[in-house]
């Protein structure tokens, strides 16, 4: 056995380092203490040093360290990199060092943009508590759904409703009784009936739906339990009426009229859809894109099937794997016969097509059609003043500006190219078509008259968010989970301001759901009131005739750090958006997908960065 005052040749990682026994082994239980006593196997090179297959950049500092008892951290640009190699070795003492420099780093309370928490509710609490043998996601919040101030929050076997006020805080309101089978679609509707206190919420799972009625004071009735047949894939409510929607084509009706529940068969296999107003517009496999007029039924009937009106078919017949709606002011007061649609296909191509008041009686005009993709489209938005466009190739995304003479659509100078770029995610539920529900989708989020943003989750176990803006990519904020839970859901929604004197009239939010059965609540608008539409409009502008698309300068960008707050205001359109690489494998390597060990022995495996933050939070007055 080696004494203290015994030479140790080490090669770590191709370096050689020299060094005493007395140095390696003054902190206890160590790795080197387990090295060097024999209870670890030792590998030995060609020159008989120990051999450690490790970083030796970061051995560097950690061998100062172990010499002078002081951290030097002058050529260490990574010092999570330096805990977790500090973590491996078994050095506690320096471990809390640098996880006080890591902590301290971190936005205090979620910095500026942080709103508030709901905690996993206590009976939800107790239950876990109580039946040991359920899984650690057992209660991670699996979906969301928001309406006005009203926020549906979905556990993975019951649903529970929250009224959110500026007063009052978060309030529970309805919770439904534990469901047999894992919830897979929630829907919301706080304003059913006008004058009525009633409001409605419903889920699925498989095949079958469940409708309840329910009130502020937790009383709820069970409307009924409806079987559509076929698994669903998409649950929403339009107006006071329920929708049970499946890519086959089968639809479920609940009208709260007549307090009936109706299957109907579209005809053909659905892709996508989208709501404008009272109308149900659907994307189907055969190129046609059909309307129905929910507000008419179940008035309009015809053998007990609804009336399936066809609007429009897409001139090469490719499927419509993407829709969005865009009414203009005039359609919002006369009615909708002006309206103009984007849509995406199979085959890549993005086309507009328009029905202004003089085309009344005929079918909508084919405006405009853009071949820039060449994966089929998943994502297509219309708003007041750009085109937007999400193919399923790693969610590549191509915007449009549009130019509109009184309110309309306008071919002078018509649409002009304006950015392209990635919204990467390695998080599948952000890559699902556009028949699933909105929760947890990449975006565009947002009203099509006000500012839109992409929501960036790169990897499912991730506590980060990025939000970008949707006409460029810009990186507006990055969110980050306050007690460094992973993100199992979120969903950006608008709530309704205080009547109070000064107050915003809305707000938007991201509430993100974990998976430890929290939700975070972050207001976005210190980053979206400076791009209002028209300081947006203007921006673009100046932005789109003063750059070169082609320019590989990078602009400065300044960061706001206050209280800790990690929003990135940018320069010009060149600046950051999507993660650099340092970013994308920081997030890869705290993520299952990145998790590795090396093969070099250790009496004990090195924790990891998640679990030793919880453990070691309290051990800061040992430093």
């Avoid at 239980?29 to 060097?36: D, K, Q, R």
């Avoid at 172990?66 to 078994?90: S, W």
């Avoid at 996880?99 to 942080?114: E, H, K, N, Q, Y």
């Avoid at 940018?570 to 390597?589: D, F, K, W």
């Amino acid at each position: 056995m080696a004494t203290n005052n015994d030479i140790i040749e080490l090669n770590v990682g191709g370096e050689r380092f020299t060094t005493s026994v007395a140095t390696l082994s003054w902190v206890p239980e160590s790795f080197f203490t387990s090295l060097l006593s024999g209870r670890v196997p030792i590998t030995r090179d060609a020159n008989n040093s120990i051999f450690i297959d490790r970083d030796p950049l970061a051995f560097r500092i950690i061998l100062q360290y172990l010499r002078t008892k002081q951290i030097h951290l002058r050529d260490c640009n990574d010092i999570p990199g330096l805990l977790h190699e500090a973590d491996f070795y078994g050095l506690s003492p320096l471990a809390r060092r640098l996880r006080l420099c890591v902590d301290a780093s971190r936005p205090s309370c979620g910095g500026l943009l942080f709103y508030g928490l709901q905690s996993l509710p206590q009976f939800l609490v107790d239950e876990a508590a109580s039946s040991p043998q359920k899984t650690a996601h057992s209660n991670q919040v699996s979906l969301l759904e928001g309406h006005y101030n009203f926020m549906a929050v979905a556990y993975p076997y019951q649903l529970c409703v929250y009224r959110i006020s500026e007063s009052a805080g978060w309030k529970l309101i309805f919770t439904t009784p534990p469901q047999d089978k894992c919830i897979e679609r929630i829907a919301l509707n706080t304003r059913a009936n006008p004058g009525s206190q009633l409001k409605m919420a419903a889920l699925s799972h498989e095949t079958t739906v469940a409708l309840w009625t329910f009130t502020n004071d937790n009383d709820y009735i069970l409307v009924g339990r409806f079987d559509v047949k076929v698994r669903i894939d998409s649950l929403f409510f339009i107006g006071n009426q329920l929708v049970a929607l499946n890519g086959a084509g089968r639809m479920g009706v609940w009208n709260s009229m007549s307090s009936r529940w109706q299957l109907h068969d579209v005809g053909a296999t659905v892709c996508s859809y989208d709501k404008a107003g009272a109308l149900l517009l659907l994307g189907c496999g055969n190129g046609a894109i059909n309307y129905i007029d929910m507000q008419k039924f179940p008035l309009r009937m015809k053998d007990n099937d609804l009336l399936v009106t066809e609007l429009y078919r897409d001139p090469s017949g490719n499927s419509i794997t993407a829709l969005s709606v865009f009414l203009t002011p005039k359609a919002s007061v006369s009615g909708s016969n002006w309206i103009e649609i984007a849509y995406g296909t199979s085959s890549g191509a993005v086309c507009i097509i328009v029905q202004h008041p003089e085309t009344l009686g005929q079918s909508p005009q084919l405006f405009q059609t853009f071949n820039a993709h060449t994966s089929s489209i998943v994502r297509v938005s219309l708003s007041e003043r750009f085109l937007i466009s999400v193919c399923a190739d790693y969610n590549h995304v191509r915007t449009w500006t549009l130019t509109r003479f009184r309110g309309m659509i306008s071919t002078q100078p018509g649409s002009t190219s304006y950015s392209s770029f990635n919204i990467v995610s390695l998080d599948t539920a952000q890559r699902e078509l556009s028949l699933s529900n909105n929760s947890n989708s990449v975006g565009p989020w947002g009203d099509l008259h006000e500012q839109q943003v992409f929501v960036q989750h790169v990897c499912a176990d991730s506590d980060l968010l990025y939000v970008r803006q949707v006409s460029d990519g810009r990186r507006l904020a990055s969110i980050q989970s306050v007690d460094q839970s992973s993100i199992s859901s979120y969903i950006v929604h608008e709530c309704e301001g205080s009547s109070r004197m000064g107050s915003r009239p809305s707000k938007k939010f991201i509430f993100t759901g974990h998976a430890n059965g929290t939700v975070q609540m972050w207001d976005l608008s210190p980053v979206l009131e400076p791009l209002s539409p028209a300081t947006a409009a203007s921006t673009v502008i100046s932005n789109h005739q003063g750059c070169s698309s082609s320019s590989s300068a990078s602009s400065a960008h300044c960061s706001c750090s206050y209280q800790g707050c990690s929003i990135h205001r940018i320069a010009n359109t060149h600046a950051i958006g999507e993660p650099n690489s340092v970013e994308l494998i920081q997030l890869l390597e705290n993520s299952d997908l990145g998790a590795s060990r090396s093969s070099t022995p250790c009496i004990s495996p090195a924790p990891s960065l998640k679990t030793t933050q919880l453990s070691n939070r309290n051990s800061y007055d040992q430093i």
